[in-house]
């Protein structure tokens, strides 16, 4: 984390006085972009920099989903679940891919290329099924989408 | 077109969302004409005239909620602008922040001025890739053409605005646990009194508002009380946007003038029901709103007073389309599980209510249920009416409830047959 002090010097001074425990949602995305999760050094270092509790950022990390204690694959895939998007064939997607990868949501391909997931709405329901493909949004997917888009990212 | 429009007013190009298309279309010229020729309190007047209702998903007329805090008490107050956008069917905020950002900005900074607010806040939905990209671009051009920072315009007005992302939490869009997230917590809500507008935002104050309510102050604004009350009905003024997904041949955001009849929206400006099927039943505004069926709409219009009339409300815009031969007992498992997995966990009903349904629904779409199942769903979803310190538990039970009133018999066969009438079918 500490390489990322000055950035996090400029984020503390564009909020108002007193705010520094606003940062640590933001600080926390910094440093899981950096390292790809966040490990207990950050949070140790993290508490002190904002003096902040630590058990304060170890709820944070639990609370929101999109924040990882863990590596994940090369690719993480997050498909949707929800109404619209079953509506429109996700149910039949997230098998088609636990078939292809030989995973079952939430666990990783043996070679470490791509993490599985299922996710709730994403805001993406008019062009369901949808998901993430680690920051990216992919929309509008069927099988052969899908089955492309792997052949991509191998 | 479904109706006037007021938001959705120019062709959507590769550069339409920057400020210089903006200014082209007259932005800015609102907030220059507040500062110029308007006081705080002649805003709030306006917005409260224009009858203007929230567009969150609670319909809370937009005035008073701001009237509540007094301008110049001595106290900081702040300004966020809810875009967590994460009710199942909504992405119509999305819209805005890809395409419409500086009038989201514009809005604002109107409110900002009427309610004396120093600090503004975007709370963004930590998902969102290019809603981001756009609102924080937005942001960076309007500090660089002095719309923000130290006195605005040549004003003595000054204002900052933060784009503050959220990491994945549906109840975070919830006013309050919207406000614990942005103070660097879990995105827990919080027991109202005291009210947000009392002690909010690190016990300060504070107005949070949709994306589309606050990009609807620059409207009114900009083109007066009577131009905004022209367009709707007396009862709900201007417009909504619709975001339409589910079996519609043209899902999309749609902006809809209030008092437009449904069935000709979704027949003749989305394209009629996937592959010409009967209409079964539409979830009006995201999946906590309840449940019509084809036959409820069919003389409904869109329209705040018609969906009260229809014991439903419009939510938060997000309307799902459901054909024909869709099992409603798989549907519903979905919402509760959904609901489950999203309650934070503070309420006992709640934290344990969610829970039960889902697992009674689950049970009866496996082909598992008792008879006694559906008197217990009831039971479940009425404890948690009420109940809870915020409307997630609430939600869960009217999902249920809702489709259970209309849809009874689908559950009864269920149980009875031991498989779902519709063969579980969801396409
Ligand atoms: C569980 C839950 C989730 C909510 N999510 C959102 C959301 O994503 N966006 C939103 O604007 N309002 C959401 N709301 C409503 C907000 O609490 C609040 O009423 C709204 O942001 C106020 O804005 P408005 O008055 O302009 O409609 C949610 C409410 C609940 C109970
Ligand atoms: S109703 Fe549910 S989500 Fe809302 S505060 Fe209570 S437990 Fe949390
Ligand atoms: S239901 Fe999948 S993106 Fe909304």
Redesign the pocket.
Do not use: I, P, W
């Given at each position: 984390m500490r390489s990322l002090i000055p950035e996090f010097e400029a984020l503390r001074a564009r909020f108002p006085a007193g705010f520094a425990s606003s940062l640590v949602l933001p600080c926390l995305r910094r440093i899981q972009e950096e390292r790809g999760y966040v490990a207990d050094e950050d949070v140790e270092e993290l508490a002190a920099f904002l003096g902040v509790p630590a058990i304060q950022i170890e709820e944070v990390l639990t609370f929101y989903t999109q924040f990882r204690r863990r590596p994940v694959g090369r690719w993480h895939l997050q498909l949707c679940r929800n109404v619209s998007c079953s509506m429109r064939g996700g149910e039949r997607l997230i098998e088609h891919l636990e078939r292809r990868l030989g995973v079952r949501p939430g666990e990783t391909t043996a070679d470490g290329r791509f993490t599985l997931s299922t996710v709730e709405c994403l805001g993406s329901c008019g062009t369901a099924p949808a998901m993430m493909v680690n920051e990216r949004y992919v929309e509008s997917l069927s099988a052969e989408a899908v089955d492309a888009l792997l052949e991509e990212l191998r | 077109m479904a109706g006037r429009q007021l938001l959705m007013t120019f062709p959507v190009t590769e550069s339409s969302h920057r400020l210089a298309e903006y200014r082209a279309r007259g932005g800015y010229a609102a907030i220059e004409k507040a500062l110029r020729s308007m006081r705080p309190e002649d805003v709030t007047k306006q917005v409260t005239d224009a009858g203007l209702q929230?567009?969150?998903?609670?319909?809370?007329p937009?005035g008073r909620?701001w009237q509540v805090v007094v301008p110049g008490d001595g106290q900081p107050h702040y300004l966020i602008a809810?875009?967590?956008?994460?009710?199942p069917g909504?992405f119509k905020?999305r819209w805005i922040l890809e395409n419409a950002p500086h009038l989201l900005i514009e809005g604002m900074l109107l409110t900002a001025y009427a309610l004396d607010a120093r600090h503004c806040f975007i709370y963004i939905?930590g998902e969102f890739d290019l809603p981001y990209r756009r609102i924080a671009g937005a942001v960076d051009e309007a500090y660089a053409a002095g719309l923000l920072g130290e006195r605005i315009l040549g004003s003595d007005f000054s204002c900052d605005l933060i784009v503050y992302r959220g990491a994945g939490a549906?109840?975070a869009?919830?006013?309050s646990?919207?406000i614990s997230s942005l103070e660097g917590k879990k995105g827990y809500p919080r027991n109202r009194p005291p009210r947000l507008t009392v002690k909010g935002l690190y016990q300060r104050p504070t107005v949070?508002?949709?994306?589309e309510?606050?990009s609807n102050v620059t409207v009114i604004v900009r083109d007066g009380i009577d131009a905004f009350r022209a367009v709707g009905t007396a009862k709900s003024p201007g417009t909504r946007l619709f975001s339409v997904s589910g079996h519609i041949s043209r899902p999309g955001v749609y902006e809809v003038e209030l008092g437009y009849p449904w069935r000709k929206f979704l027949d003749e400006d989305c394209g009629g029901v996937l592959d010409g099927r009967a209409l079964k039943a539409v979830v009006p505004g995201g999946i906590?709103s309840k449940i019509l069926t084809g036959a409820d709409i069919e003389h409904l219009t869109l329209s705040h007073e018609s969906l009260w009339e229809a014991n439903s409300t419009l939510g938060?815009g997000g309307m799902i389309v459901v054909a024909e031969g869709t099992c409603m007992v798989r549907l519903l498992e979905i919402m509760l599980r959904f609901y489950h997995h999203?309650s934070c966990g503070q309420c006992t009903p709640c934290r344990h209510g969610t829970g039960w349904m889902h697992r009674i629904v689950a049970r009866i779409a496996a082909g598992e249920g008792r008879p006694e199942d559906i008197e217990r769903l009831y039971y479940v979803a009425k404890y948690n009416d009420g109940t809870t310190i915020?409307?997630?538990g609430d939600?869960a039970g009217y999902a249920a409830t809702g489709i259970l009133d209309k849809f009874r018999d689908e559950f009864e066969y269920c149980i009875e047959h031991k498989r779902s009438r519709y063969q579980g079918r969801l396409e």
């Open positions: - | 929230g567009r969150g998903g609670a319909s809370f937009t909620k809810n875009a967590d956008e994460g009710e909504t905020d939905r549906y109840v869009g919830e006013a646990g919207l949070v508002n949709n994306v309510s606050l906590s938060s999203e915020c409307g997630l939600a």
